[in-house]
């Protein structure tokens, strides 16, 4: 397993952009598929953006064309920039970490919320 600390959370204005930043420690980072989930209150954990090993991306619906996750395996991070950010975004975000016959490894969470 990995262990991941999460940053970048914050109070953002509807329309603006926030850069959340994980950040691995462990060996074989670049093996790993990462991820960004996220939960908002009385919901249930979703998938929000995922990242493979060679680099292949997926996004939820409700977040393509404005959210961007991308890895630097030199550094053993993941990001994942968000744009024109809406009041339903509101959530806490996690990032996760998943190996083929490990426990997933998940971060503590860091807090977005989107309000004027």
């Known amino acids: 397993q990995v262990h991941l600390v999460e940053s970048g959370g914050g109070l953002v204005q509807p329309g603006g952009s926030l850069r959340l930043s994980c950040a691995a420690s462990g060996s074989s980072f670049n093996a790993y598929a990462m991820g960004w989930y996220r939960q908002a209150p009385g919901k249930q954990r979703e998938l929000v953006a995922s990242?493979?090993?060679?680099?292949?991306?997926n996004y939820a619906d409700s977040v393509k064309g404005r959210f961007t996750i991308s890895r630097d395996n030199a550094k053993n991070t993941v990001a994942l920039q968000m744009n024109s950010l809406k009041p339903e975004d509101t959530a806490a975000y996690y990032c996760?970490?998943?190996?083929?016959?490990?426990?997933?490894?998940w971060g503590q969470g860091t807090q977005v919320t989107v309000s004027s």
């Open positions: 996760n970490a998943k190996y083929p016959g490990r426990l997933d490894s």
């Open positions: 990242i493979t090993a060679s680099g292949r991306t």
